[in-house]
């Protein structure tokens, strides 16, 4: 209560980690983790928590302050500094860009500085007391092996390890660039910092470049920091010719211009073509690709879903990573990527060389990169969309006269073009981070009985039959009014709806809200409509009943991933009720068990689909927005998948995109079975395309040796094809080559079988 904390949170045990690759008898080569108290973390997390709201609602934080931020990222410095850029060379100017870099900037930070900026912050009382008592008299000690050492003391930096240091870095360094003129464009991600500015006069750039940087020199000196000189780097991005003498000056020492330069792990060339980032991303998936060929083999090895796991989270990871910027490089560039992508599909699946990559990456479920790289531009897209109005990325998705000049290539030109095809220009996003107007931990907790979901979850068996909810509901809320809540929603039309009843006394509403929205949005709106009318009418006390389990947790817990604004309107409609001297509670009550009430709301909001206009607008949340987009990224890969002309063995067997195959037999089965459906093994047909065969033709029949032939018509299999067409036959599956080779478990077995009874499977 006072801010006094124990000793023992205060301290922390180092544990020394060598960096790969580095030498061990040097001490700088080891990375030091520290563990801490729990049970401070736990109350440092409360703290945070707090702060942040407090900081976020005074809109104290920089606009460009990216780092540590619920909903920010580095891809909102990346993507605002390449939209300046391209726009500079649309007007053919040059951009001169300073990259920061601050030495031990954790290690070294000014603790009474900090407490300074705390103050003056109006962070007073228990929680300034509990941070300054936090921060004083840190001691370490270090643990190798089984030995301990000594604990030293620790006067300057934030806590190693601490939930509450990074949001203390922030503050402390956030006001990094404010002396600086505000037509300079500015980037911070807590420790990474970045100013750059744009015109034709490159004389007048760089003194007005010189001139920030005295100012961010002096900053630093009043703020306890020191900026390295030898990591600090100067670029100029530009389109000109001829060779400019660039000199800036920190702490009178010359900084170093480069031609390349790493920010927030996307390397900028002086062109912007990307060339570079390309090849140091080429460099380290093709380690991961030869780790993949080192685990698997065509008969042994990882098996297919465990290496596409590797891809997935080791590859794609990294071709995913800054590919809404890099994505405009020459195609000569993002031509080595995608040489990398079939690499690794090859390996997951053992297809052979020559399979057509459109039909691989059907089999895998993984779609052409260039069409991934459209679907995260647009989720992208949708992150800006819910962001406040100060965000400064969300200046690239304005018009500007750059982009109608002609093509732009930059990532707002490029989004915005795509977000037209699949008209979304005009859809509304809920905000990203809401705010409530009072701090929810204030605000009266929502009273969730989740009894009767306990229950089944615990038993497994479903004892929770009608005749049980009832008796539950009459003697645990006999004295309140029984509300019963819905939401539906048509998978054809998207069409969705919302209801809640009240039996007693015949109240049915039902409205159509949003299409496209989710089943979850439409529950907690139901919620909502249910609560005002208990609002207006004054019913004293009252229990809402509903079949959404996850609606309920998250009131529960007063917290929601995608639907946090409803969450803090039905919270703020429960502060009213309650100050009117109400009651309302909510009750978790099983589906489709017969049950009256639910039975009836369900029907309502069956009824509210229906309608022809839309009762409701509500805004979606980002997740409801990347849904839709993901669903026009699929329309468009099944059009670029028809009109594919290579692949068309596959096409005929999976016509559809996005759905994976059922795997979970031995790698040299696996294998087997995608040869055949990719169409190529090591037939005649196969053979001939790469030089190993002179016909490619079938030694019995004189046609064409292919996966087709040789299941469906080849003359030397009659007997072994005449008993797979009665196995077929028995499970009422008509003999074609796509239901033959499609996912299914059961008739895969019996093309196992059958390529063994041929002998095929040895020419696969």
Not at 26 to 31: A, D, E, G, L, V
Not at 380 to 398: C, F, I, M
Not at 687 to 716: D, F, Q, W, Y
Request: one cysteine or more.
């Amino acid at each position: 209560m006072e801010g006094i904390i124990p000793q023992s949170w205060k301290e922390a045990l180092i544990i020394p980690i060598k960096k790969p690759g580095k030498d061990p008898s040097n001490p700088i080569n080891y990375r030091p983790i520290a563990l801490t108290s729990h049970l401070c973390k736990v109350m440092e997390r409360m703290l945070t928590d707090r702060l942040i709201y407090h900081l976020e609602k005074m809109n104290w934080f920089s606009s460009y302050q990216s780092g540590f931020r619920c909903g920010r990222g580095t891809m909102d410095s990346v993507v605002l500094l390449e939209d300046e850029i391209r726009k500079a060379f649309i007007n053919k100017e040059s951009v001169i860009a300073v990259f920061f870099d601050i030495e031990k900037a954790y290690d070294m930070l000014w603790k009474e500085g900090l407490l300074i900026k705390l103050q003056k912050m109006s962070i007073k009382g228990r929680m300034y007391n509990w941070i300054k008592e936090f921060l004083i008299g840190r001691s370490i000690r270090v643990k190798i092996g089984g030995a301990i050492s000594s604990s030293g003391i620790i006067d300057n930096g934030t806590p190693q390890g601490s939930v509450i240091s990074p949001l203390l870095f922030i503050i402390m360094i956030n006001d990094v660039f404010s002396r600086i003129d505000r037509s300079m464009g500015k980037s911070l991600f807590a420790d990474d910092g970045a100013i750059w500015f744009r015109g034709k006069n490159i004389e007048y750039n760089l003194k007005k470049m010189q001139y920030a940087l005295n100012e961010v020199e002096k900053w630093s000196g009043e703020n306890g920091f020191k900026f390295s000189v030898e990591k600090t780097k100067v670029i100029v991005f530009t389109k000109m010719r001829r060779n400019m003498d660039v000199k800036l000056k920190l702490y009178k020492k010359e900084l170093e211009r480069v031609r390349t330069v790493r920010f927030l792990g996307v390397w900028f060339d002086n062109r912007l073509n990307w060339r570079a980032h390309i090849e140091k991303m080429v460099g380290r998936c093709k380690r991961v690709v030869n780790v993949m060929r080192c685990i698997s083999g065509q008969e042994w090895g990882a098996d297919r879903l465990a290496l596409k796991t590797i891809y997935i989270s080791m590859i794609r990871s990294i071709m995913d990573y800054g590919c809404m910027v890099y994505g405009s490089a020459n195609k000569s560039h993002l031509i080595k990527i995608e040489r990398i992508q079939s690499q690794a599909l090859r390996i997951c699946c053992g297809a052979y060389s020559t399979s057509p990559v459109s039909a691989l990456q059907v089999e895998m479920g993984e779609m052409p990169l260039q069409i991934r790289r459209q679907q995260l531009m647009a989720s992208y897209w949708a992150n800006l969309r819910g962001q406040r109005e100060d965000h400064p990325t969300r200046k690239v998705l304005s018009p500007s006269w750059e982009h109608e000049k002609r093509k732009c290539n930059s990532f707002g030109w490029s989004v915005g073009k795509l977000v037209r095809d699949m008209r979304l220009e005009e859809v509304g996003c809920a905000p990203i981070i809401p705010l409530s107007p009072v701090p929810l931990w204030v605000m009266p907790q929502p009273e969730v009985d989740l009894s009767l979901l306990e229950k089944r979850q615990k038993e497994g068996s479903y004892e929770t039959e009608v005749y049980n909810v009832r008796e539950y509901i009459g003697s645990r809320y006999g004295e309140y009014m029984h509300i019963f809540t819905d939401a539906s929603k048509d998978s054809k039309t998207d069409h969705v709806g919302s209801a809640f009843i009240i039996p007693k006394v015949k109240v049915y509403k039902n409205k159509r809200i949003t299409d496209c929205l989710s089943v979850y949005t439409g529950e907690m709106y139901a919620i909502i409509m249910a609560i005002r009318w208990i609002r207006e009418v004054k019913i004293a006390k009252a229990v809402i009943c509903s079949d959404c389990s996850s609606a309920l947790i998250s009131l529960k817990e007063m917290k929601s991933e995608t639907r946090q604004d409803m969450v803090i309107e039905i919270i703020q409609e429960l502060h009213s009720i309650k100050q009117a001297s109400l009651e309302v509670q909510f009750l978790w009550v099983p589906a489709h068990i017969g049950l009256r009430g639910n039975e009836e709301a369900d029907a309502l909001a069956k009824k509210a689909i229906e309608r022809e206009i839309v009762d409701i607008q509500i805004l979606y949340s980002r997740s409801e927005i990347k849904s839709i987009i993901k669903r026009n990224i699929l329309k468009i890969w099944q059009q670029y998948w028809d009109n594919e002309i290579k692949g068309r063995h596959m096409h005929q067997i999976q016509s559809i995109v996005g759905k994976g195959r059922i795997t979970g037999r031995s790698r040299y089965e696996e294998n087997m079975i995608t040869r055949l459906r990719l169409g190529h093994t090591r037939l005649n047909s196969t053979l001939h395309l790469i030089g190993k065969n002179p016909t490619g033709l079938c030694e019995a029949c004189e046609v064409s040796e292919t996966v087709e032939h040789v299941v469906m018509h080849c003359r030397r299999y009659k007997v072994e094809r005449k008993e797979l067409k009665k196995e077929l036959n028995n499970i009422g599956v008509k003999f074609t080559i796509k239901n033959v080779l499609k996912s299914d478990r059961s008739i895969i077995n019996l093309m196992v079988e059958y390529m063994g009874n041929t002998g095929l499977n040895k020419r696969m």
